[in-house]
């Protein structure tokens, strides 16, 4: 609807005010919008042509048409002003005396001469003319104008008698836009419009600037009172195109389309970008642009889609794994090529075919069952069997899983061909099956309920077969074999208890097969726990001891019989020792008597008595104390002994002896001291038997005793000049002596008894005895392990000693009497004792209780201990000075051993040699494991 205008009480789009419909050439009139007074509220979005028709009905139904009277003047709407009804061409109202009431939408500011403004109301527009040019009429306010319709030319006016200011709203009234191609701009008279155009000219004069604007309607001639420097009428120049806003009105009144438009400040007129006409074409260049750029992309993304489908079609196609992808309806729609290997079929033959064609069930389950419990994103498993025209049926392991894409589901089916595997797991299971019905034992599983899972042969005896026993109970194997039912129930028993015990349960039984066979066996019964910890099975292992019994009933009549002979053993020596010792005693006493009492000629075979007397004695007492070294019964007491004073105070007994044949007796030693840690009694036993012996069979020359050590042994020669034995019947060791070689060597020289006793007692003291003989004399070599071995010459392959003492006395006395046998490093307090352990290692360590205070010497031991290096390491507990402490405790808390203060040399000795002793033990036995382990062990480390 042309000339239509909506008018709005303020600018806020969001909320539209509907003041009136202005139709100026209509025949209806309506009676003038008040500000701010009757307004519909219209939200937001609503089209204006759907407004202004609205409003028209709003309007023509809440204003009276009929003119008011007003003090004699008529009160129309200015519509009414234009009407002319009686077809003179005339305006009816012309030269009458009117009010009429609006708002200012041009007010006094175009000129100081120009004395007009205009108004317009929600009819119209119309010019009113201030003769006088007293009054102050401004833009936006409310009027009430009365005065004389006038005429000029075609523009209708209004001649002011009275001006009324109501309200001084100012608020900015909207424009109307004029069509572009409309060259009747009359309806807009009056009215604030916008029109568009080019720039043709511009002039200025003393009542402002005018451009003049090309439209496609006809020119329009802009008026701009405003003169600033930054205004689009002092900056445009002809061909720009513009928008200017204002009040039309005629410009020339002899031409009826001559306009021009009076702007009202500088923002009535603004540049336009881009020309009406420019939008077709740049309309066509966006939407060719926005179709090339969708284009481009959606051929990219179909290049992408393409690839990425090429991509997953290679991926699928070159998976070891055969997949077969089915419809919802479990129509085969694609197969790889793995599948169509399995298959035997190519991808023709497979598409398009029910899944259920190719797959058995071997558990009679449906597929399409199976299929409608699977949902997206899950997966079904189940073993079904694959026909394959070469190998025939094939099984496989199907994993079902439901996907959706789009819209659609598919269902995607893995193929693992598992018949391998099955054939392996049958083997395996039959091996199971062999290895168990091999094994001696009874070996069953079974439910917590008493049911066989699992048994091999010998439970059933040899007469039914574990398989016959799956899934029965232990009253239906007794019923089967003849058992006594009280076996079964004895067995039910048992295993509850190790049910309820959660232990393994073990007992003897005895089986009587068919009344015919008795069985002893005894059996195990451990339990299984389930990932819960609940008892998931009972396991049950029996052993048959029948022969085990028979054998220890048989053993326990050997062993009593060997008591028998052990106690006549000591029945015949306690007699031989009763019987032989008294008259062998009296024979020897008198013999001595007789020795004064005969003459010189008896006296000879007096002494032959004698002699013979006392080696029979010794006789006596060898063949005693070898039957007690061969039950055992000779205690060893070990200690540090000074090798070289044992062996002279044994040399000055036997020395008398050695002159009365005429004969020398000497020790050489290399050292003054040479400590070897053995039993004295022992000792003195095997060094005297032997310097005896050589006495006793040398006739001249004489007995020599050396004394050497190296770094493990002590070393104690005896040689003599005898008789010597025949090289023939002298083995290499003692050892290597037989029965035989002890009689032969013993009818040379009588060391039979003797010698097997002397070899003994070096046996139990760690040692070793070995000889050499000739016909010019025999050596025995006796070695003895060293107090304190050593591992080289050099000082700095000594063991390593810490001593944690405070007392500057005991640091001395302890280096003088080990400074031979270890490396002494000393500490003063606890913290020094804890970071020389850090330092080195040490091979043992000696720590004052009274150091620091007891807890806290226990506690910095704990942590010297807790290390790896001295896992094996001894530490020595010195009694604290001045206070006796409880030995039991302090051996609890962490130490070896405990000496008491004070403390002599020799107690000090034999502790560290007992120590050193044990220690040695400890790595011959690591190094013993080491040497034994093959080198591909991950425990071998091959020494440097």
């Given at each position: 609807?042309?000339?239509?205008?909506?008018?709005?009480?303020?600018?806020?789009?969001?909320?539209?005010?509907i003041?009136?419909?202005?139709t100026p050439w209509?025949p209806?009139a309506?009676?003038?919008?008040?500000?701010?007074?009757?307004?519909?509220?219209?939200?937001?979005?609503?089209?204006?042509?759907?407004?202004?028709?609205?409003?028209?009905?709003?309007?023509?139904?809440?204003?009276?048409?009929?003119?008011?009277?007003d003090?004699?003047?008529?009160?129309?709407?200015?519509?009414?002003?234009?009407?002319?009804?009686?077809?003179?061409?005339k305006?009816?109202?012309?030269g009458?005396?009117?009010?009429?009431?609006?708002?200012v939408?041009?007010?006094?500011m175009?000129s100081p001469?120009?004395n007009?403004a205009?108004?317009?109301?929600?009819?119209?527009?119309?010019?009113?003319?201030?003769?006088?040019?007293s009054?102050?009429?401004?833009?936006?306010?409310?009027?009430?104008?009365?005065?004389?319709v006038q005429?000029q030319?075609?523009?209708?006016?209004?001649?002011?008698?009275?001006?009324?200011?109501?309200?001084?709203?100012?608020?900015?009234?909207?424009?109307?836009?004029?069509?572009?191609?409309?060259?009747?701009?009359?309806?807009?008279?009056?009215?604030?419009?916008s029109?568009?155009?080019?720039?043709?000219?511009?002039?200025?004069?003393?009542?402002?600037t005018?451009?003049?604007?090309?439209r496609?309607?006809g020119?329009?001639a802009?008026r701009?009172?405003?003169?600033?420097?930054?205004s689009?009428?002092?900056?445009?120049?002809?061909?720009?195109?513009?928008?200017?806003?204002?009040v039309?009105?005629?410009?020339?009144?002899?031409?009826?389309?001559?306009?021009?438009?009076y702007t009202?400040?500088?923002?009535d007129?603004?540049?336009?970008?881009?020309p009406?006409?420019?939008?077709?074409?740049?309309?066509?260049?966006?939407?060719?642009?926005?179709?090339f750029?969708?284009?481009?992309?959606?051929?990219r993304?179909?290049?992408?889609?393409?690839?990425?489908?090429?991509q997953?079609?290679?991926?699928?196609e070159?998976?070891g794994?055969?997949?077969?992808?089915?419809?919802?309806?479990?129509k085969?729609?694609?197969?790889?090529?793995?599948?169509?290997?399995?298959?035997?079929?190519?991808?023709?033959?497979?598409?398009?075919?029910?899944?259920?064609?190719?797959?058995?069930?071997?558990?009679g389950?449906?597929?399409?069952?199976?299929?409608?419990?699977?949902?997206?994103?899950s997966?079904?498993?189940?073993i079904?069997g694959?026909?394959?025209?070469?190998?025939?049926?094939?099984?496989?392991?199907?994993?079902?899983?439901?996907?959706?894409?789009?819209r659609?589901?598919?269902?995607?089916?893995?193929?693992?061909?598992?018949?391998?595997?099955?054939?392996?797991?049958?083997e395996?299971?039959?091996?199971?099956?062999?290895?168990?019905?091999g094994?001696?034992?009874?070996?069953?599983?079974?439910?917590?309920?008493?049911k066989?899972?699992?048994?091999n042969?010998?439970?059933?005896?040899?007469?039914?077969?574990?398989?016959?026993?799956?899934?029965?109970?232990?009253?239906?194997?007794?019923?089967?074999?003849?058992?006594?039912?009280?076996?079964?129930?004895?067995?039910?028993?048992?295993?509850?208890?190790?049910?309820?015990?959660?232990?393994?349960i073990?007992?003897?039984?005895?089986i009587?097969?068919r009344?015919?066979t008795?069985?002893f066996?005894?059996?195990?019964v451990?339990?299984?726990?389930g990932?819960?910890?609940?008892?998931?099975?009972?396991?049950?292992?029996?052993?048959?001891?029948?022969?085990?019994?028979?054998?220890?009933?048989?053993?326990e009549?050997?062993?009593?019989?060997?008591?028998?002979?052990g106690?006549?053993?000591?029945?015949?020596?306690?007699?031989?020792?009763?019987?032989?010792?008294?008259?062998?005693?009296?024979?020897?006493g008198f013999?001595?008597?007789?020795?004064?009492?005969?003459?010189?000629?008896?006296?000879?075979?007096?002494?032959?008595?004698?002699?013979?007397?006392?080696?029979?004695?010794?006789t006596?007492?060898?063949v005693l104390?070898?039957?007690?070294?061969s039950?055992?019964?000779?205690?060893?007491?070990?200690?540090?002994?000074?090798?070289?004073d044992?062996?002279?105070?044994?040399?000055?007994?036997?020395?008398?002896?050695?002159?009365?044949?005429?004969?020398?007796?000497?020790?050489?030693?290399?050292?003054?001291?040479i400590?070897?840690?053995?039993?004295?009694?022992c000792?003195?036993?095997?060094?005297?038997?032997?310097?005896?012996?050589?006495?006793?069979?040398?006739?001249?020359?004489?007995v020599?005793?050396?004394?050497d050590?190296?770094?493990?042994k002590v070393?104690?020669?005896?040689?003599?000049?005898g008789?010597?034995?025949?090289?023939?019947?002298?083995?290499?060791s003692?050892?290597?002596?037989?029965?035989?070689d002890?009689?032969?060597?013993?009818?040379?020289?009588?060391?039979?008894?003797?010698?097997?006793?002397?070899k003994?007692?070096?046996d139990?003291?760690?040692g070793?005895?070995?000889?050499?003989?000739d016909?010019?004399?025999?050596?025995f070599?006796?070695?003895?392990?060293?107090?304190?071995?050593?591992?080289?010459?050099?000082?700095?392959?000594?063991?390593k000693?810490?001593?944690a003492?405070?007392?500057?006395d005991?640091?001395?006395?302890?280096?003088?009497?080990l400074?031979?046998?270890?490396?002494?490093?000393?500490?003063?307090?606890?913290?020094?004792?804890?970071?020389?352990?850090?330092?080195?290692?040490?091979?043992?360590?000696?720590?004052?209780?009274?150091l620091?205070?007891?807890?806290?010497v226990?506690?910095?031991v704990?942590k010297?201990?807790?290390?790896?290096?001295?896992?094996?390491i001894?530490?020595?507990?010195?009694e604290?000075?001045?206070?006796?402490?409880?030995?039991?405790q302090?051996?609890?808390?962490?130490?070896?051993?405990?000496?008491?203060?004070?403390?002599?040399?020799n107690?000090?000795?034999n502790?560290?040699?007992?120590?050193m002793a044990?220690?040695?033990?400890?790595?011959?036995?690591?190094?013993?494991?080491?040497?034994?382990?093959?080198e591909?062990s991950?425990?071998y480390r091959?020494?440097?």
């Amino acid at each position: 609807m042309a000339g239509a205008q909506v008018y709005e009480s303020r600018a806020d789009t969001n909320d539209r005010r509907i003041a009136g419909y202005l139709t100026p050439w209509s025949p209806c009139a309506a009676m003038p919008l008040r500000p701010r007074q009757n307004q519909i509220s219209v939200p937001s979005g609503i089209p204006r042509a759907l407004c202004a028709v609205v409003a028209t009905f709003v309007v023509s139904a809440s204003v009276p048409v009929l003119a008011q009277s007003d003090g004699g003047a008529s009160r129309v709407v200015v519509a009414d002003l234009f009407k002319d009804y009686d077809g003179d061409n005339k305006p009816d109202r012309l030269g009458e005396r009117v009010v009429i009431s609006g708002r200012v939408s041009l007010g006094k500011m175009m000129s100081p001469r120009f004395n007009s403004a205009y108004v317009q109301d929600a009819t119209g527009g119309i010019r009113i003319d201030d003769v006088e040019g007293s009054r102050e009429i401004v833009y936006g306010d409310s009027v009430r104008v009365q005065g004389v319709v006038q005429r000029q030319g075609r523009r209708l006016t209004l001649e002011i008698d009275d001006f009324d200011v109501v309200s001084t709203n100012r608020t900015i009234l909207p424009e109307i836009e004029s069509r572009g191609k409309d060259p009747n701009l009359t309806p807009y008279v009056g009215l604030i419009t916008s029109v568009e155009g080019y720039v043709v000219s511009r002039a200025a004069d003393v009542n402002g600037t005018y451009l003049l604007l090309n439209r496609k309607g006809g020119p329009v001639a802009v008026r701009i009172d405003n003169r600033s420097p930054r205004s689009i009428a002092w900056t445009s120049t002809p061909g720009d195109y513009i928008r200017a806003r204002g009040v039309l009105d005629f410009y020339r009144e002899d031409d009826p389309f001559s306009y021009q438009i009076y702007t009202r400040s500088d923002s009535d007129l603004e540049r336009v970008l881009l020309p009406p006409g420019y939008y077709p074409w740049i309309g066509g260049i966006g939407i060719g642009l926005l179709s090339f750029i969708l284009l481009s992309l959606g051929k990219r993304l179909k290049g992408t889609l393409r690839s990425r489908e090429r991509q997953y079609k290679s991926l699928f196609e070159q998976v070891g794994t055969p997949m077969v992808v089915a419809d919802s309806k479990l129509k085969v729609i694609d197969a790889n090529k793995a599948a169509c290997r399995l298959l035997r079929q190519s991808r023709t033959q497979v598409r398009f075919r029910r899944l259920k064609q190719f797959l058995k069930i071997e558990d009679g389950d449906d597929l399409g069952v199976i299929t409608d419990r699977l949902k997206v994103g899950s997966i079904e498993s189940f073993i079904a069997g694959v026909w394959n025209e070469e190998v025939g049926e094939v099984e496989v392991e199907v994993l079902l899983s439901r996907v959706r894409f789009g819209r659609n589901e598919f269902v995607v089916a893995t193929l693992h061909d598992i018949s391998r595997h099955m054939q392996t797991v049958s083997e395996f299971k039959q091996f199971h099956e062999d290895l168990l019905n091999g094994v001696p034992l009874e070996v069953a599983v079974l439910t917590p309920s008493g049911k066989y899972v699992h048994a091999n042969d010998k439970v059933g005896f040899g007469d039914i077969s574990g398989d016959w026993l799956n899934g029965k109970s232990d009253l239906e194997l007794c019923r089967r074999l003849g058992i006594p039912t009280e076996v079964a129930l004895r067995r039910r028993a048992h295993r509850r208890r190790a049910i309820s015990s959660e232990e393994q349960i073990d007992f003897e039984e005895e089986i009587e097969l068919r009344n015919e066979t008795r069985y002893f066996l005894r059996s195990y019964v451990p339990v299984a726990f389930g990932p819960s910890g609940e008892v998931a099975a009972v396991a049950s292992y029996a052993v048959d001891i029948t022969e085990l019994r028979a054998a220890r009933s048989h053993l326990e009549h050997a062993r009593g019989e060997v008591d028998k002979v052990g106690q006549l053993k000591e029945a015949f020596l306690e007699n031989i020792n009763q019987e032989f010792r008294k008259p062998i005693t009296g024979i020897i006493g008198f013999a001595e008597i007789l020795q004064g009492e005969v003459s010189d000629e008896q006296r000879e075979f007096v002494g032959l008595i004698e002699r013979n007397g006392r080696r029979l004695m010794n006789t006596l007492n060898a063949v005693l104390d070898l039957a007690g070294l061969s039950n055992n019964e000779f205690d060893l007491n070990p200690q540090v002994l000074n090798i070289v004073d044992e062996i002279s105070q044994i040399l000055d007994e036997s020395r008398e002896n050695a002159q009365e044949k005429g004969l020398f007796l000497k020790i050489e030693a290399s050292e003054t001291e040479i400590l070897t840690r053995a039993d004295q009694g022992c000792l003195t036993r095997v060094v005297q038997s032997l310097v005896d012996n050589s006495i006793k069979y040398t006739d001249a020359g004489g007995v020599i005793v050396e004394v050497d050590e190296d770094d493990e042994k002590v070393n104690v020669r005896v040689l003599d000049t005898g008789m010597g034995i025949d090289t023939d019947l002298v083995p290499g060791s003692i050892e290597d002596l037989s029965q035989d070689d002890f009689d032969a060597v013993s009818g040379l020289r009588g060391a039979g008894i003797g010698l097997g006793i002397t070899k003994r007692l070096v046996d139990l003291m760690n040692g070793q005895i070995e000889m050499e003989s000739d016909k010019e004399g025999s050596m025995f070599l006796v070695s003895l392990p060293r107090a304190f071995p050593r591992r080289g010459r050099e000082d700095s392959t000594l063991p390593k000693l810490l001593l944690a003492e405070d007392s500057v006395d005991v640091h001395m006395m302890v280096r003088y009497v080990l400074q031979d046998y270890f490396r002494i490093d000393v500490a003063e307090d606890i913290e020094a004792l804890y970071r020389q352990s850090r330092r080195e290692n040490y091979d043992v360590v000696l720590v004052d209780l009274g150091l620091s205070g007891y807890r806290a010497v226990v506690d910095v031991v704990e942590k010297i201990r807790s290390r790896p290096s001295y896992k094996n390491i001894a530490f020595l507990a010195l009694e604290e000075a001045g206070r006796r402490v409880d030995k039991t405790q302090v051996l609890s808390d962490g130490f070896d051993y405990f000496l008491a203060k004070p403390y002599r040399r020799n107690e000090l000795l034999n502790l560290l040699s007992k120590v050193m002793a044990e220690r040695i033990a400890i790595d011959d036995d690591e190094d013993d494991f080491v040497d034994d382990l093959p080198e591909e062990s991950p425990y071998y480390r091959k020494s440097a």
